[in-house]
């Protein structure tokens, strides 16, 4: 189903969420779709830092099931639902990283996080928060497919971040951006940072949308 180049890929890609401090032994788990209705999914308990191909399962995106290799990580419900929901998407990786987790646990949370401007840049102008749902309960796989639909990032209350990326280089962009934001806003403390304004987001678009045409 996977072939050994698409598996060291893989594999090359997960030691890289431990080398980036994103996640801590097996708090994390990442997918990466292959064919159309084919994706890698890292294995359930999996330490994505060390990962090795007996750790990672082959799932049909479209049945949410496993074809072959080790039962997929707990939260593969929600990869695979983005993944299916997001055809522009190919990497979805969720994520324990230090800064973004302390306010996924903070009673007020922030109600922007455009502090910088590769926020709103990469990450997105809004990043939803959803409520806290058990780790591996089809509750947060479907608030989690639900937030992932039109958003490229999410923020889970009381547990960690997930982004998806049309590749593993514009996931991880995501993924650390935000991380960045997160550890301004924390070290800044509430109520002493500045958001990027409607205007200069605005402004931002129409930069970048006339650097692409």
């Not at 030691?15 to 994103?22: N, P, S, T």
């Not at 039962?71 to 993944?83: Q, T």
Request: net charge negative; with cysteine; charged share 25%.
């Amino acid at each position: 189903m996977a072939t050994k180049a698409q598996i060291d890929k893989f594999i090359e890609q997960a030691h890289r969420v431990g080398k980036e401090r994103l996640q801590l032994c097996s708090s994390g788990n990442l997918s990466w779709r292959i064919e159309d209705n084919v994706a890698l999914v890292s294995g359930t308990g999996s330490w994505l830092p060390r990962i090795s191909e007996d750790n990672i399962s082959v799932c049909d995106i479209s049945a949410g099931i496993r074809i072959d290799g080790p039962k997929p990580s707990m939260e593969s419900v929600f990869h695979l639902g983005v993944l299916r929901e997001r055809k522009d998407m190919n990497v979805v990786l969720h994520f324990q990283s230090k800064y973004a987790t302390a306010i996924s646990c903070m009673k007020n949370k922030p109600k922007s996080f455009n502090v910088i401007a590769e926020v709103p840049c990469y990450c997105g102008s809004e990043i939803p928060v959803i409520p806290y749902f058990r780790p591996g309960s089809k509750e947060l796989a479907e608030a989690v497919t639900n937030a992932l639909k039109e958003h490229d990032c999410v923020l889970m209350s009381k547990h960690g971040q997930a982004v998806c990326g049309k590749d593993f280089d514009d996931a991880f962009q995501k993924a650390v951006f935000f991380e960045l934001a997160c550890s301004i806003i924390v070290h800044a403390g509430e109520g002493n940072y500045l958001t990027l304004s409607d205007d200069e987001i605005r402004d931002l678009e129409i930069y970048i949308l006339g650097k692409k045409s």
